[in-house]
Nanobody, 127 residues
């Protein structure tokens, strides 16, 4: 049974940084693209960014480009979301998700594309 567990959420001030972690188990981690989504209150879940299976390629939503990065560690089976220059509008529950993608290019994924989900971690950014 695949399992994704996020951690690292919490309260941050505008302009600050947080690093989220997503630990994976029960799957061959290096076969999967790893993706971060977020969902703010009253809004739909939206794509934040993705990293390909070997960590060499990333892509990001426009609203986080230049502020967020997604490194991964295929030895530790963990993917991260490094969030810098946080804004109050970044307040949301952040979810990691996995999509089988050996040899396939990553893209801006929709929530319905994903194979596995974590339960999410709340990030609150105060102004």
């Amino acid at each position: 049974q695949a399992q994704l567990v996020e951690s690292g959420g919490g309260l941050a001030q505008a302009g600050g940084s947080l690093r989220l972690s997503c630990a994976a188990s029960g799957l061959i981690f290096s076969y999967y693209a790893m993706v971060w989504f977020r969902q703010a209150p009253g809004k739909e879940r939206e794509f934040v960014g993705a990293v390909n299976s070997n960590g060499g390629v990333t892509r990001y939503a426009e609203f986080v480009k230049g502020r967020f990065t997604i490194p991964r560690d295929n030895v530790e089976n963990t993917v991260y979301l490094q969030m810098n220059s946080l804004k109050p509008e970044d307040t949301a529950v952040y979810y990691c998700a996995a999509k089988i993608a050996v040899g396939a290019p990553i893209r801006d994924y929709a929530a319905g594309d994903m194979d596995y989900w974590g339960k999410g971690t709340l990030v609150t950014v105060s102004s």
